[in-house]
Structures are given as C-alpha cells and as structure tokens.
Nanobody, 124 residues
Framework: QVQLVESGGGLVQAGGSLRLSCAAS????????MGWFRQAPEKEREFVAA????????YYQDSVKGRFTIARDNAKNTVYLQMNSLKPEDTAVYYC?????????????????WGQGTQVTVSS
C-alpha cells in the first residue's frame, strides 16, 4: 500500500501557473507508475497525466498537452504536475495516484492508491 499526500493547489487567474506535488510513502516508489487525475463539480474523475516508474515515458490527456508537465523524483519519492497556461475549465480537485504497474496508463482501474486531493481553482 502507498500513502499519498498532495500539495500546491490554490486559486490562480487564467493564464497563470501552479505546481502540484505528491509525496509518497510505503511501497518502493521507483517500482510503479504514477498518475494525476482530476474531478470537477458534478463531473466524473478524469485522467490528466501519467509517468512511468523511471520517468522515461509520459502520457497526457489531449486537453492538457503542451500546457501540463508531469515529472518525478525517485530520490524524493515525489511526483509533480507543472500546470501552465491554466484555463477556467482546469478547475477541479486534483488527485495523485499510484499505479499497480510500472508502465503508464490512463485507466483509473490500474491505480491502487489515491491521495486526498488538492483544489485548483482558475478564475477568468
């Protein structure tokens, strides 16, 4: 089992940037892929980005490509989501998740452990 704690959310104007962090503990961090998901009010949770166990492969939802960057530091047991050119439609609770496998996936059924979430609000 993996314990995950997100931080870095907040309120930002459209066009601004935020950097989310997710600190992991428990299972060996470098053995599994990590992902970020988000859930807006009255909407289902959706995939945002994923990164393989060694950071060599990344995968993004189309709507965030070119604006968001996922990265990980295995020495610090931390995964990051750099979000640039933010839009009001990016407003959501953002969750990090630990995968059951080492490769990237956008399927939330491949993720075994979830953080508590951090709120991101983008004003127009």
């Amino acid at each position: 089992q993996v314990q995950l704690v997100e931080s870095g959310g907040g309120l930002v104007q459209a066009g601004g940037s935020l950097r989310l962090s997710c600190a992991a503990s428990g299972r060996t961090f470098s053995s599994y892929a990590m992902g970020w998901f988000r859930q807006a009010p009255e909407k289902e949770r959706e995939f945002v980005a994923a990164i393989s166990w060694n950071g060599g492969t990344t995968y993004y939802q189309d709507s965030v490509k070119g604006r968001f960057t996922i990265a990980r530091d295995n020495a610090k047991n931390t995964v990051y989501l750099q979000m640039n050119s933010l839009k009001p439609e990016d407003t959501a609770v953002y969750y990090c998740a630990a995968s059951r496998v080492s490769y990237v996936s956008g399927n939330n059924r491949n993720y075994a452990d979830w953080g508590q979430g951090t709120q991101v609000t983008v004003s127009s």
